[in-house]
């Protein structure tokens, strides 16, 4: 990533480039679940299509009183909607593209770095609950999840749609 920004989606003009010190998009680690069949002669992880909780993350120099004016709101609120954009070169000779992901989710946790003095205080916020993240990198999804839509997408493709068809939804 050349350059990074964290801010509410619903006030674009929100945004923590002046303070942004890193961000870190969600690992996305499908559910497995170990089996040892009776004859076996070997464990065998086997692969979900649900994924880990979400975990994504970001730093500022110096605290956001903003988020810890509306630190721990719960999910469905407005302002719990993240975007963490970016500003990424895929090849070295080519233009950077876009990476934008949307994220709805509780900043549950807030931790100052240590600091002196002569230092910039360092404040880390991460993300609990996450409901809702959307991956579009160049203009084009990569991944999307819903936990209230029962939807999971890996470039377009709908990882639940037969489960949908098989419960009726």
Known sequence: MEAIDVRRATQPDSSRRRIIKSM???????????????????????????IEALEPKFATHGPDLDVLENFGLVPGNPLDRWVFAGSMR?????????????????????????????ELMGCNHTFAEVTHYELVIDGKEKFYFDDDENEARSNGVSWFAATRRALGI
Do not use: F, H
């Not at 870190?24 to 649900?50: C, D, F, H």
């Open 90 to 118: 895929i090849r070295r000779a080519q233009a950077p593209v876009s990476v934008r992901a949307i994220i709805e989710g509780v900043v549950n946790g807030w931790e100052p770095d240590e600091n002196s003095p002569t």
């Open 24 to 50: 870190a998009l969600p690992a996305l680690t499908r559910v497995t679940a170990e089996m040892m069949t009776g004859g076996s002669i070997a464990k065998i992880n086997l692969s979900y299509p649900q």
